[in-house]
């Protein structure tokens, strides 16, 4: 049976996350019907590179599907894109080898988050609007300490999943584009909830509510704090999943552009 390597884009904001689940609408889910009208049976296996939760949205997300049928590549992915709701696109679909595996081949990924200085009339289900002042130099400056390897007990959830919460961290960039501060955080893998937890921290740091000597305490020991501090998942992307040869330096942008309220980030594909 052949199977294809898709890159999607999806709004999460109408889904109960990316993984199929009894009586929840799923990103999954809907690609699984779709594909199943397509061929005209339900696929065998399809394989995110890795889950998203309720509301949370992704510029690239990558699975592998395997579907019995004769299409060409284009006209499948087109007829995918004709069977699913208007909030998930298939970006690319390339037929590959079965040794290839969307979840265990990733080598990294990265996770945009947009938080809005202002309110927005266009963009709310895509950014966290933060009404009090926020400073994203004092965020840079409490950035460094997430880098490198640490145990990031205080900023997950119980996971029967999760066998560790030692995670390595390859970058945390901070950047401003007009009214928005964006955070890119990448590495391996993440726990639950970590993404969301360094952004809440990160975001009372740049209030001024914080220090960076709170940071580093919190990956120190064991706190609830970060938990409190959970940022909503309506800001956060997931951006980007990198392969064996993949190019991993671009510049941090908008997933939207603010002044259109329109996608303006690119993936490759």
């Known amino acids: 049976m052949p199977r294809f390597k898709?890159?999607?884009?999806?709004?999460?904001?109408?889904?109960?996350?990316?993984?199929?689940?009894?009586?929840?609408?799923?990103?999954?889910?809907?690609?699984?019907?779709?594909?199943?009208?397509?061929?005209?049976?339900?696929?065998?296996?399809l394989y995110g590179s890795g889950r998203t939760d309720a509301g949370v949205h992704a510029l690239g997300q990558?699975?592998?599907?395997?579907?019995?049928?004769?299409l060409r590549e284009d006209a499948l992915r087109f007829a995918l894109n004709d069977a699913l709701p208007s909030d998930i696109h298939v970006l690319a679909l390339a037929r590959v080898s079965h040794r290839f595996h969307a979840r265990r081949g990733a080598q990294a990924r990265s996770y945009l988050y947009q938080i809005a200085r202002r309110r927005t009339a266009f963009l709310k289900p895509f950014v966290w609007w933060i009404k009090d002042p926020i400073e994203a130099d004092r965020m840079r400056r409490a950035a460094p300490l997430f880098r490198g390897l640490h145990d990031f007990r205080s900023f997950t959830h119980d996971d029967p999943e999760e066998k560790s919460t030692q995670v390595q961290l390859e970058a945390l960039e901070i950047a401003e584009a007009g009214d928005l501060v964006?955070?890119?955080?990448?590495?391996?893998?993440?726990?639950w909830k970590m993404v969301r937890?360094?952004?809440?921290?990160?975001?009372?740091?740049?209030?001024g509510a914080l220090s960076v000597g709170d940071v580093s305490r919190f990956l120190r020991e064991d706190s609830d704090a970060p938990a409190r501090l959970t940022a909503p998942p309506s800001g956060l992307f997931l951006e980007r999943v990198f392969y064996e040869g993949d190019r991993r330096d671009w510049p941090l942008a908008p997933a939207l552009d603010p002044a259109r309220g329109r996608a303006s980030a690119k993936v490759d594909s």
């Open 62 to 70: 990558v699975a592998h599907l395997d579907l019995d049928t004769t």
């Open 197 to 207: 937890r360094m952004v809440g921290v990160l975001a009372e740091v740049g209030r």
């Open 6 to 45: 898709l890159t999607i884009e999806y709004a999460g904001t109408r889904y109960s996350g990316w993984q199929v689940q009894k009586n929840a609408r799923t990103v999954a889910g809907e690609i699984l019907d779709a594909a199943g009208k397509v061929a005209g049976r339900r696929p065998l296996e």
């Open 182 to 191: 964006l955070l890119r955080v990448q590495g391996s893998h993440f726990v």
